[in-house]
């Protein structure tokens, strides 16, 4: 392309030379921008149908809107996200609550405890983790994890429950908090352990109190990263989490604080976005119908939730690395 | 000072070894949480698929002694350690006493196991364990490594044959035939004459060539027959343009061509009109002729299937368009190696024994297009490494493995046959997996599913490898980094990354606002799909490819640069042959996330039952993930612990295989480096 030849043709380069290394960096370029097509196609796709679902149901509604019901069967038809971002919500706290202390508790045992060879066995195996398709982790969260917890723990536990969903959601994450928290750690320079030692700190302290402070930025975003990939995961709830849109009963407890039973979120059905829009495509693929135009709307905002997560994870990586 | 040293002396004692010693066991714990639990659940979906729990325990040391002790006896001669044998010997009867034990104990006190025997738990805690430890320690010596690479070459083989009878029911072969002849024959000539002369201008035709034959290779006109016209945003009217597209890629193609011709002519006019240059003629003559006949098959694609009266065979065309070639290769490949007797020895020989070998085969009832296939894809990497092993004298006896193998299978086979031993009811068996779906749980199969996923695999590897290879390469080699350029490629790289992450359930929206609704290839066809996937995993197959260049050393691109190579000369003869093998491993791993990936092909419409395989690259097709995620709302607990068991083992040993074929690809690169 620029080559910045002298006027000299040292390389006495042809015409044929010259339109050849025209098309193959032409042709480079394109598929370079195909990336970037994609991205802008991925917005516009989802803009364009959900600017028509707006106008036909108030985006008031839509945000602060406590029903979700699609469906065009007699009566009237809801579009509210707030049971949803509930189901979200309690998949991806519950899965955040397996994924970050067993991430991250790998990743300081990877970086500081683990012998080379113990390393070079742990992680190829934790990648198998990320590697498994999502609906076979569904199939083992509805075929055995939920009998198990039936069978010991919870014997009221519905066959779809938000339970075991997330604990496999969690399960797959657990990979992408560790291998970015260990990079992340990895980075410290040795001289901060070397130094932490000669103070006369143990190795727990050393890697608990300088190896971890001082990675901390590379461990938050990974756990934003984490959250931002359960929150999209699709398979595992579909299959094993049910499609009820219900939110759950709001008790009045001790001194007359309104508080929800845990139970009633993770041991019942729930909905999280991504259920929400498979269950419209399973039944209206026609397009130009309002719910067909939601299902949009709801990739939108996911698209745009994951986006912003991203970027913030970002930016903690790169503002809040400590240089050295 | 007395008083910091008090404090010293304090904290010194408070030092707690204790403390430290937990929570090492607890991280270390913690790295084997996931694993140790991924591990119980693979147990308890490999048994369902086989229903181990209904084999009796006979059947199971049948095959334990005829197969498995076998295979580890097999490793601890190749391992030749006595250590290792011991160990192995006291490990398997003292894990046998200690699971019975353990098994037993908590049997007793604590509540029974569901869906576990005692048998299956040694196999899997003790046995299996032990096998790969065993294994490891013999595949590191030379008749184990001989043994393995044999089996790795017969697995890979049969997977192989296995995926092109697929892609040959899909893509018919007379189409192929075409392709063949018109496109690839005429672009190997004209690659091989332009690798002797590169400064010919008849190596720009090259690239036309190639997607001449891509384009006949998708059924002719076939899948351009229903190509959307937007009128609206939102709305699309498909219209039937009988190979509309076809004609103007032909155009397109006589255009280059032409322009590529008369810059022939000229340059034959101005040098001397030598030999070279009649060539030269001579192959765009071939290509005329080629791009007119596509232009034929775009126009009237079904006519010119028929049009040829005598028309050749499957099996003719397999002989013409695989044997022909492949024994050409080994060869020429063989010549090269050791004498020029022996390659076309070598040659000659892989022919007749396709030929023959694919005619003999009628005989034990398998038709001669299906064997020549295997034929080629199994027996020639194998006589090929065998003929290189006995030549190297070298763990010669790792040889015999298969033949062990075989023989165990048989063996217990026979053994189970005469003492009557009760078989279990498998249910990843022949049937499943060549069986359509079905209602009922004995026929169920999972064929169209496997076909679905292999046409995916096949078009998103074709699509993936393309794109992602090329914004690697323009990223690393040609883009700038400074000024606009340098901004603007910072903005690509940053937006990559972000696509990373984009949840796959919105690709599958971008793919039916897209492809279904705007160009309008239809809901839930094997293009659809396949874009769609496409670019759901080129954000990762470019990262890994740019890994991949960027390892090439800076030193081998001015060694380049300074012999007076143009950029895309160093690019294509320097930079990716370096880095090829490390852009095939990202682009086998990402595809693995490919083959698993459910939720877009929901949202881009995939149905939920599909009885026959589809026959082209436009019809409705499903995946294997897809057709799990079908069984999974069956509420039969035969289809929900055996027939989707099955699925998903048989999807699991896709995806080890897919992984096995990158880590081959990395290992013998770093052997050669």
Known sequence: MSDSQPELDLQRTRGIERLKEGTYGSFMLVCAAVTLLTTVAIFLTLLSDAISFFQAYPFGDFLSGFEWSPNDTGGEQLFGIVPLLV????????????????????????????????????????????????????????????????ATLFPNMTTFNALSASLMVGIMVIPMVSSISEDAMNAVPDELRQAGYGLGATKFEVSTGVVVPAAVSGIVSSYILAISRAIGETMIV????GSNATLPEVQNGLLGIPFVHPGDVLLEQGMTITVAMVQIVGSDLTGGTVPYDAMFALGLFLFVVTLIMNVISDIIAERYREEY | MAVEHDTDTTAFGTVSRLRGKVFEKLSLGASLFGILMLAVLLVYVTVDAFNLTSASPEWLLTYFLTLIIPFIGFCLYSADDPDLTRQTVL????????VRLAFYLVETFVRTIPGLTWQIVYLFAVVVPATAVVGFAGSREPVGSVGFGLLGRLIGGTSLGFMLVILFFVFEP????????????????????STRRPKSPISLTVIPLVLTAGVLATRPGRPFTTIGIPTRLDQAVPVSLPGGVSVSVVALYLVVVSAAAAMAFKYVLERRTDRASEASVLAFVLAAAASVAAGQAGVAPEPILEFYAGYPTTWLIYVWTLAVPLSLASGGLTALRTSRRTGIGFGVGVFVLAVVGSQLAAVIDISPKTAILFLLTVLVPTVAYVRQVLD????????????????????????????????????????????????????????????????????????????????????????????????????????????????????GLLGLGLFVNLIGFGLGTAITGALTLTLLILPITVISAQEAIRAVPDSMRNGSYAMGATRWQTTKNVVLPEALPGVLTGTILSLGRAIGETAPLIM?????????????????TTAMPMQIYVWSSSVKSEFRYGIMAAGVVTLLVVLLLMNATAIVIRNRSEQET
Do not use: C, H
Request: no cysteine; charged share 10%.
């Open chain 2, 604 to 620: 881009i419409g995939f149905p939920n039952t599909i009885y026959n395989p589809p026959a082209g690259i436009v019809e409705t």
């Open chain 2, 174 to 193: 007379r189409a192929w035939f075409w392709a063949y002849t018109l496109g690839l024959v005429p672009a190997a000539l004209v690659l091989g004459y």
């Open chain 1, 87 to 150: 189901g979200t919500l309690v998949v991806t706290i519950t899965s955040a609550f397996v994924a970050i202390p067993i991430g991250t508790l790998t990743a300081v045992y990877l970086s500081e405890y683990a012998s080379p060879r113990k390393r070079a066995i742990l992680k190829p195996m934790l990648e198998i983790l990320a590697g498994i398709p999502t609906v076979v982790y569904g199939y083992f969260a509805l075929v055995y994890i939920t009998p198990a917890l039936q």
């Open chain 1, 238 to 241: 579909v299959v094993a989490m």
């Open chain 2, 91 to 98: 490990g398997l009867l003292g894990g046998l006493g200690a």
């Open chain 2, 392 to 507: 190297r004298r070298e763990g010669t006896p790792g040889l015999v493995l298969p033949v062990v193998l075989v023989a165990g299978v048989l063996v217990g086979a026979v053994i189970v046959d005469i003492w009557g031993v009760a078989r279990p009811d498998i249910w990843l068996d022949w049937p499943f997996l060549t069986n359509g779906p079905s209602s009922l749980p004995e026929q169920a199969g999972f064929y169209p599913a496997i076909v679905g996923s292999v046409i995916l695999i096949t078009l998103v590897a074709l699509f993936s490898f393309t794109f992602g290879v090329g914004t690697a390469v323009f990223l690393e080699e040609y883009a700038p980094d400074t000024g606009i350029g340098g901004f603007l490629t910072r903005i690509i790289q940053v937006n990559i990354a972000n696509l990373a992450a984009v949840p796959s359930v919105v690709y």
